[in-house]
C-alpha cells in the first residue's frame, strides 16, 4: 500500500471512529449519522451472515441477540480484545441509564459461544427482559431499545460497523411476544431504515419469493428506486433446479432492481458450526466455483467479498456525509445554546435560587435609577412609553396646567380690561356663571372630545394620560363643580367692579 492510500485510510478510520463515538452517545436520535443496518425477515438466515461477517458465535437457536439492537464494530489498534457494553435508550430515567453503562465486559480475547450467550442472558437481564428460560410475567418487556455494544480490537483489523436490528416476525408466540411486539419491532426496524445516511442490508433468502419478504417491502417505502439497499441471497443450497434462473436475474438487476445490487453467500450447515472462519470461508468459495453461480462477479459472491464491499459502502457515504453531520451538529448546538440562554441562568438549587433573586432585585433598583433619571437608552424595557416615568408625569404637569388655565378661573372678567393693560388680546363676550359651568364640563384638553375632562382614568386601565367623561359619574358633580347659585353676570370693566368693591 503506497503512502496515499495509507494516509486515506487512515482518514477514513478516523472519520469512522467519530461516527461510531456519535452513535454511542445517541446523537443518531436526532442527526442522521452514517450506517449499516442489517435487517431481515424471521428465518432469513441473518444470524449466519452476522456469524460469517463478525466471526460472532450467533447461534441460530438462540433469540437473545434478536430482542434489541447490536452495533458490532471492528477497530484497527495495536492491542487485541473484545469489549462489550450497553448504550442506553434516550427515554429511560437516568437510574436506569447509569445501571446499563456501568455493565462492561473486556476481559477476554476471545468469544466463545457458551461466554457469548452468558454476556446476551445478562445483558437482557439488565434491560428488565426474561431469560430464554425463563417465563415472560406481567409488565415484562420482550424486546428493548437499548443497544448491545460489542467491538472487536485487533491490529490487522479494518475498520467497520453494523447494526443489527431485530427479526421482523409476523405470528405471536404464547407467553413470549403479542402482537404489540410485532408493531414495536417494526418501529424499531423503521426508525434505523428511515436514516437518510443509512445502508440497509437486506437479508433475503433466495428459496422463497422476493415480493413476499416484508423487510424489502418496508426497505422500499423508505427508498422506491432501491436506492441504499444492499440485497444479501441466503440458502443457496435450497434453491430448485428450475428457479436457479430466476435467482441469477436478480445477481445481474433483471428483476427487482435495487441500487447497491445484490451479493449472495453460503449459509453454514449444521455439521460446519464448531469449524473456523477461514475454513468456512475455503468451503464457500468451493461452493460457489462451480455451477450457474460460478459465471457472476466474483465481488458479489461470498462472505470475504461482501465483507469488502460493506467496508467500501460505509467509508464512502461516511466521507460524503461527514461535512454534514458536522454543520448539523453545529447549528444544533447554536440554537440550543441560544434557547438555554433565554431560560436564564441556573435555578436548581436554593443557593442558585437566592443569588437569582437578588440579582433581579438588583436590576430592578438599576433600572427604576434609570428611569427616575431619564437615561430612556440603557435599557430595551423604555421602548414601552408606560415605564418612561418622569416624562408621564410631565406630561400631566402640562396637561393639569392647561386645564387649570382654561378651566380654573370662578369669576370671568370682561376681556376689555386686558386691553387696558396693553396685553393685545381681543375682547371676548362676557359669559354668565350657568355658561361657566357649562363650559367647565364641556371643555378638555386640546385634541380631546366634548363632555371630557382633564382627569385621569384611573379605573378604566388607560395610560395616565388618559381622561374619563365625568358625565359618567354624577355622584361627582358636587365634587368636581360649584353646585351654589351662580354668580351675578358682570356687565362693568374690571377696574370699576375693583374700585365698588
Not at 495509507?6 to 446523537?27: C, H, M, P, V, Y
Not at 476481559?107 to 457458551?114: D, M
Not at 434453491?239 to 434462473?245: F, H, L, M, N
Request: aromatic share 8%; with cysteine.
Amino acid at each position: 500500500m503506497d503512502l496515499k492510500s495509507q494516509l486515506s485510510s487512515f482518514a477514513n478510520s478516523q472519520r469512522l471512529g467519530k461516527i461510531d463515538r456519535l452513535t454511542e452517545l445517541r446523537i443518531g436520535e436526532y442527526i442522521s449519522l452514517a450506517q449499516l443496518v442489517v435487517v431481515g425477515d424471521q428465518s432469513s438466515g441473518k444470524s449466519s451472515v452476522l456469524e460469517g461477517l463478525t466471526s460472532l458465535p450467533f447461534s441460530r437457536d438462540s433469540t437473545l441477540y434478536t430482542r434489541f439492537a447490536t452495533q458490532i464494530i471492528f477497530r484497527r489498534a495495536d492491542r487485541e480484545g473484545i469489549f462489550v457494553s450497553i448504550i442506553p435508550s434516550t427515554l429511560c430515567d437516568e437510574a436506569t441509564a447509569g445501571r446499563l453503562k456501568s455493565f462492561k465486559q473486556d476481559s477476554f480475547k476471545t468469544l466463545p459461544a457458551s461466554q457469548f450467550e452468558s454476556i446476551l442472558s445478562k445483558a437482557c437481564e439488565l434491560m428488565g427482559m426474561p431469560s430464554p428460560d425463563e417465563p415472560k410475567t406481567h409488565g415484562q418487556p420482550a424486546f428493548s431499545e437499548h443497544i448491545l455494544r460489542v467491538e472487536l480490537v485487533d491490529p490487522d483489523h479494518n475498520h467497520l460497523s453494523i447494526i443489527n436490528v431485530p427479526v421482523i416476525f409476523r405470528t405471536p408466540t404464547e407467553g413470549l411476544t403479542t402482537n404489540e411486539d410485532i408493531d414495536l419491532v417494526k418501529r424499531m426496524v423503521r426508525r434505523f431504515i428511515q436514516n437518510e445516511r443509512t445502508i440497509i442490508l437486506a437479508v433475503i433468502p433466495a428459496n422463497v419469493d422476493i415480493a413476499t419478504q416484508e423487510i424489502l417491502n418496508m426497505a422500499k417505502d423508505v427508498y422506491p428506486q432501491g436506492q441504499r439497499i444492499l440485497g444479501v441471497l441466503t440458502k443457496r443450497d435450497l434453491v430448485d433446479k428450475g428457479a436457479e434462473k430466476d435467482v441469477l436475474e436478480l445477481m445481474h438487476g433483471k428483476k427487482h432492481k435495487l441500487r447497491l445490487g445484490y451479493c449472495m453467500v453460503r449459509n453454514r450447515g449444521q455439521q460446519e458450526r464448531t469449524i473456523c472462519t477461514s475454513e468456512r470461508h475455503q468451503k464457500e468459495s468451493l461452493f460457489f466455483s462451480s455451477g450457474p453461480f460460478s459465471l457472476v462477479a466474483k465481488d458479489r459472491i461470498g462472505i470475504p467479498a461482501l465483507h469488502k464491499r460493506l467496508r467500501d459502502l460505509l467509508q464512502n457515504i461516511t466521507q460524503r456525509e461527514f461535512p454534514h453531520v458536522k454543520r448539523e451538529i453545529y447549528h444544533r448546538m447554536m440554537a440550543y445554546e441560544a434557547e438555554l440562554r433565554s431560560l436564564g441562568p441556573s435555578r436548581e438549587n436554593d443557593y442558585q435560587q437566592r443569588l437569582y433573586l437578588i440579582n433581579m432585585a438588583v436590576k430592578f433598583q438599576t433600572v427604576t435609577g434609570y428611569a427616575l433619571d431619564t437615561r430612556y437608552r440603557t435599557d430595551d424595557l423604555f421602548d414601552n412609553g408606560i415605564t418612561r416615568l418622569v416624562t408621564i408625569i410631565v406630561t400631566l404637569n402640562d396637561h393639569f396646567s392647561e386645564a387649570v388655565r382654561k378651566n380654573g378661573c370662578t369669576v370671568d372678567f370682561d376681556s376689555r380690561t386686558t386691553q387696558l393693560l396693553n396685553l393685545g388680546v381681543p375682547h371676548q363676550p362676557k359669559s354668565s356663571s350657568k355658561n361657566r359651568a357649562s363650559k367647565s364640563k364641556n371643555s378638555g384638553l386640546p385634541g380631546q372630545t366634548q363632555s371630557t375632562s382633564w382627569f385621569p382614568d384611573a379605573s378604566s386601565g388607560k395610560t395616565a394620560t388618559g381622561f374619563f367623561n365625568v358625565n359618567n359619574y354624577p355622584g361627582l358633580e358636587d365634587v368636581l363643580y360649584d353646585s351654589r347659585p351662580g354668580e351675578p353676570e358682570i356687565t362693568e370693566e374690571i377696574l370699576s367692579w375693583i374700585e365698588g368693591i
